[in-house]
Nanobody
Framework: QVQLVESGGGLVQAGGSLRLSCAAS????????MGWFRQAPGKEREFVAA???????FYADSVKGRFTISRDNAKNTVYLQMNSLKPEDTGVYYC????????????????WGQGTQVTVSS
């Protein structure tokens, strides 16, 4: 059974930092892109960042320069370091995976975690 389990969310003040983790089990994600998405109340799920198996990274314009995605293939884990957080970064953050080709649309990802809440207070 494939599982993606996120952790590391919480409540932080604007300007603060959080580090999210996503641990995968049930299979290795060799050749897969791992992505982070977020969803605010009343809004659609939006792309945040993705990383290829070899470590190439891609970011939404809204988080460039503030967020860093990384992965440890040996541990089957992907991370999202979030710095200089803003209230508009608030939402449920989801980890996802898809094979081979980068996509930034949520519907094109095959595997999903349950999400972790991030709340940034002003």
């Amino acid at each position: 059974q494939v599982q993606l389990v996120e952790s590391g969310g919480g409540l932080v003040q604007a300007g603060g930092s959080l580090r999210l983790s996503c641990a995968a089990s049930g299979r290795t994600f060799s050749g897969h892109y791992m992505g982070w998405f977020r969803q605010a109340p009343g809004k659609e799920r939006e792309f945040v960042a993705a990383i290829s198996w070899s470590g190439s990274t891609f970011y939404a314009d809204s988080v460039k320069g503030r967020f860093t995605i990384s992965r440890d293939n040996a541990k089957n884990t992907v991370y999202l370091q979030m710095n200089s957080l803003k209230p508009e970064d608030t939402g449920v953050y989801y980890c996802a995976a898809r094979p081979l080709v980068l996509r930034t649309t949520a519907s094109e990802y095959n595997y999903w975690g349950q999400g972790t809440q991030v709340t940034v207070s002003s």
